[in-house]
């Protein structure tokens, strides 16, 4: 039974029980915090900033044709979009769910950015993502991808954490000046509070 309903997301107990424990974020979470940030923290820059659900990363993702990535990503209207996130995960399986890694995929001024707080781990993923996406909205002349050097997690539990932290601190960056710079560091134990606290407060108003 869902106990948080929030516009195209919805929570379960043990979805938020993920956040009390050293556990590693489901979908759920992240696609939560992508519409709280889209509809609420950063509503005022919804113009300008798309956000790609992992679910719909996924797809596209793991699609053979332009012609199905199109069905996922038209209706977002990308192109219109001046900063884009999507989530990745190593999970290659067209047929099953799963997973053991999240990172984040960015898309600014034609250009990929790929952001892992575990190295390259998902380096393979975050390319075959990135060069569907490309082929499908012409975000630029030409392939650009950056792996960006960025805050390692220091557990096997924390990046579904770190991709929430670094699309936040990236919006930041880009409602203050315009620019694509991680202005602050990642408090994994602390980050895991405020998402309670946000989901805890929607429970709340939404009732």
Known sequence: MSILSYHNSYLESDDIQLL??????????????????????????????????PEVSQFVKLVKTNEEVAIFLEPLELRKKKLIFFVVNNNESPLASGGTHWSLLVIWNGTFYHYDSAHTLNLRNAEILAHKVFS?????????????DCQQQSNSYDCGIYVIAYCENLCQSYRRNKSLALITSVDAISQRKKILIIVNSLKINCK
């Open 20 to 53: 009390s424990n050293k556990e590693w974020l489901n979908d759920r979470i992240i696609g939560f915090m992508f519409e709280y940030f889209e509809h609420e923290l950063f509503n005022d820059l919804s113009q300008e900033i798309g956000f790609v659900s």
């Open 136 to 148: 499908s909205i012409e975000c630029s002349a030409c392939f650009q991808f950056v792996n960006v």
